[in-house]
């Protein structure tokens, strides 16, 4: 089993920064990505962005040249570092970690942009 902690998140206004941390435990030792989800009010989980093993980075479109993903595999832990935040992307961010056929899930933080 692999354990996922989020935090960092918070009201925020239109235009600010965020940064989401993801904390692992467990039997880290089969992960081969990472990645982090979110979840509007209405609206199905989407995927924002991937990172692999190797450091190999992933975005939804929505969210280029705002949002950069990276880990420290030192402390097991993955971060979503969040500028010029919108509005839209108001919703609550889970991590998730895995390999092909299994997948861990966090219990979510909630990110609010105000305008």
């Known amino acids: 089993q692999v354990q996922l902690v989020e935090s960092g998140g918070g009201l925020v206004q239109a235009g600010g920064s965020l940064r989401l941390s993801c904390a692992a435990s467990?039997?880290?030792?089969?992960?081969?990505?990472m990645g982090w989800h979110r979840q509007a009010p209405g609206k199905q989980r989407e995927l924002v962005a991937t990172?692999?093993?190797?450091?190999?980075?992933n975005y939804v479109d929505s969210v280029k040249g705002r949002f950069t993903i990276s880990r420290d595999n030192a402390k097991n832990t993955m971060y979503l570092q969040m500028n010029s935040l919108k509005p839209e992307d108001t919703a609550v961010y889970y991590c998730?970690?895995?390999?092909?056929?299994?997948?861990?899930w966090g219990q979510g933080t909630q990110v609010t942009v105000s305008s």
């Open positions: 467990g039997s880290i030792g089969r992960i081969n990505y």
């Open positions: 998730k970690a895995g390999t092909v056929g299994v997948g861990y």
């Open positions: 990172i692999t093993t190797g450091g190999s980075t």
